[in-house]
């Protein structure tokens, strides 16, 4: 693959694999889910640095994933704290009623509990929250990494025409 300049003189750092070795990551990306789901990216690290996001097509990174540079650095994905809602039920089919709805949606979901019960968070949407209260969902918003499920299509799916060819996404619209 083609080096891209980042700067005069300077070849941009890659990252284009998964890795799982042993060595301790040296610096951090901080991406929230929607750039997590991009093959193709160009970033900065923490450290300010430029990076370019070669990864094969279909990854999801998730939070504590390393990446190896084309330099041999190791750098840790960091999920991105992001504006979201939790929606909690009175029981179970209540919450899987709930969450038969989001995903007959389409809808990204993160399934939790703790000490309060099941939860469901997915991004922060007005009418998709109204949804949920008519559904008798108590939504709650919050701010917080979004690490939803993967989904029984985690590797790969696409539907037609939903743009097959290799793109690079720029963080901040750019």
Known sequence: MAEVDSAPGKPM???EALYDGSAAATETLLLDFSYRTKSRLRAKLASGEEVGMFLPRGTI?????????SDGRIVEIVAAPEDLLEARCSDALALARAAYHLGNRH????IGS???GGWLRIQADHVLAGMLA???ATVTALRAPFEPEAGAYAHGHQHPGDGGGARIHMMGGR
């Open 13 to 15: 750092l890659l990252l």
């Open 134 to 136: 008519g559904l008798g």
């Open 114 to 116: 703790d000490a309060a």
């Open 61 to 69: 990174l998730r939070g504590g994933q390393r990446l190896l540079g």
């Open 107 to 110: 809808v990204a979901v993160e």
